[in-house]
């Protein structure tokens, strides 16, 4: 190591132990002697050499200090966490003499002593805090042991299923690893077991609950051999308070709002139709919001499912409206080809019986001995048309004499005729009332029709919404409550 390299750096710290005061039983100061015997420590020392170079493995405990667990991101797939971490190794090369004690340095020191090359195998962000300065300490023991503890905040990939979002449990990782050492150089080692995480139990997060952790160890496949790991996984539980005022109360009620159109007239088209469009791009903006707090994943989760169904209720439910009015105007489009048909016959009917009255003529009955003889039907309709005869003849015609016995016939015949016209026009009144009533029934008939359907979706849709939902919330709660695999968790 460069001599004049080392008495630079040793002017760093003998400024820095100008302030330690290391008391001996006897409360003499003795920080000069520090001072030399750091001096002589590091005048040959080699950093770049691990302790027991050439030797077994060197152990390194770790041991942290969890201060906050924050930023939980489903879109990025990560989570960052701000903590205090402690490495420990010995260092032989580092023992000095037991009457000093254990000495605490600046942690600017540790530039210029061997450290673990340690790092985040799923590391995204990282950095130290340095307000007000680099938060790094660094302490020696008299054998050599060495604490080096370092204060930061790392953001680390966090690969979450989320198939039962939000009623979910994630299991968040930090891989701790060494970058260029494998398993015959360094080992790593939770420095006091299943204690060796500190603070868990006072953490708070405000979408999650951690259910518990659990601290593992394992190797590393690597190009050059293998490397050793250790893994903090942290189990957490979705919090789904927030999903329920946030989407699922607003969902279950626009799907309420919906149905109201059963209750409201299917001839109000402005009423019905706007409730409908405004249930449907409601319902379209919240699925939007939901999708954009997630990322961009091929498989459906459980809000999907939710938002999905009851947009389809919402949908279904203006579909509805669609039906009755397709009904309601087809039927109305009958009634009005049936009247047509209805005047059309009326009027081919009046031009048939208007055809023989035009026939009828004065000058035919003079002429047609056969009709006279015969009588009946000639003088029916000169009796009952005899009046526009006249009219038509401008003062030249003669009426036929009554007493004439060839020109009209008897009395008796002629009070029949009448009778069995009178009876005629009863029946075709008779027939006009029953076709007014039958059309009136006709009418109520399509009304009750088309009521029938909106009868029919007051029933349908609130109960298949209510199935839906006792079939979602108990498929869903039942995953979301009995996990089996908390068991192999740290509860606390």
């Given amino acids: 190591m460069d001599i004049v390299g080392i008495r630079g750096s040793l002017s760093v710290i003998v400024l820095a132990f100008s302030m330690l005061r290391l008391v001996t039983p006897e409360g003499v100061v003795r920080s000069t002697n520090v001072t030399s015997v750091l001096e002589s420590l590091l005048s040959d020392y080699d950093n770049t050499l691990r302790p027991s170079f050439g030797g077994p493995p060197l152990p390194i405990g770790i041991e942290m200090e969890v201060d906050s667990i924050h930023s939980i991101s489903e ?9 205090y971490l402690r490495q420990h190794w010995k260092d032989e090369r580092l023992s000095y ?10 942690g600017r020191l540790a530039d210029h ?15 130290v805090h340095k307000v007000t300065v680099k938060n790094r300490l660094l302490k020696f023991h008299h054998d050599g042991s060495i604490m080096y503890g370092i204060r930061m905040t790392t953001v680390a990939a966090c690969m979450m299923d989320l198939h039962y979002y939000p009623m979910d449990e994630q299991n968040c990782t930090l891989e701790i690893e060494s970058y260029g050492y494998s398993t015959d150089d360094i080992v790593f080692k939770w420095q006091y077991g299943k204690d060796s995480v500190e603070g868990m139990t006072d953490i708070e997060i405000p979408q999650f609950t951690i259910v518990g952790y659990d601290l593992n160890g394992q190797n590393s496949s690597v190009g050059s051999g293998f490397s050793p790991r250790l893994s903090l996984s942290i189990r957490l539980r979705r919090h789904i308070g927030f999903f329920i005022l946030q989407t699922y109360l607003p969902s279950i009620l626009l799907v309420i709002l919906s149905w109201v159109s059963f209750w409201i007239n299917h001839e109000a088209t402005a009423a019905r139709v706007a409730l409908g469009i405004t249930t449907v791009l409601t319902m379209t903006t919240i699925s939007t919001n939901v999708r954009a707090t997630l990322p961009r994943i091929s498989y459906i989760k459980s809000i999907d499912i939710y938002v999905v169904t009851c947009f389809a209720f919402v949908f ?22 049936r009247e047509e048909e209805g005047k059309k016959q009326r009027h081919d009917s009046i031009r048939q019986k208007d055809t023989p009255r ?11 001995d056969s009709d006279a003889e015969s009588g009946e039907d000639t003088w029916s309709n000169v009796d009952h048309y005899g009046e526009s005869f006249r009219s038509r003849q401008s003062g030249q015609y003669q009426p036929v004499p009554s007493e004439s016995p060839s020109r009209r016939p008897s009395s008796q015949k002629n009070g029949k005729l009448r009778h069995a016209w009178l009876v005629n026009a009863r029946r075709k009144k008779t027939k006009n009332i029953v076709k007014r009533k039958k059309k009136h029934q006709s009418q109520l008939d399509k009304i009750r029709r088309v009521d029938r359907i909106d009868a029919l979706s007051r029933i349908i849709f609130p109960t298949s919404f209510v199935l839906f939902n006792v079939g979602y919330w108990s498929s869903n709660l039942k995953i979301f409550y009995d996990s089996s695999e908390l068991d192999a968790l740290v509860q606390y």
């Avoid at 279904?316 to 080809?337: I, T």
């Avoid at 035009?358 to 047609?368: A, D, G, K, S, Y």
Wanted: hydrophobic letters at 40%; a neutral charge.
């Fill in 75 to 83: 879109v990025k797939m990560e989570y960052s966490m701000s903590m």
């Fill in 97 to 106: 003499s037991e009457k000093l004690g254990n000495i605490s340095v600046d």
């Fill in 113 to 127: 002593i061997w450290v673990p090359d340690t790092y985040f195998a799923n590391d995204k962000h990282f950095f």
């Fill in 316 to 337: 279904f439910a203006l579909f509805e409206y669609a039906v009755v009015n397709f009904h309601h105007w087809k039927e109305k489009r009958k009634q009005l080809q």
């Fill in 358 to 368: 035009r026939q009828v003529h004065p000058n035919n009955i003079e002429n047609n």
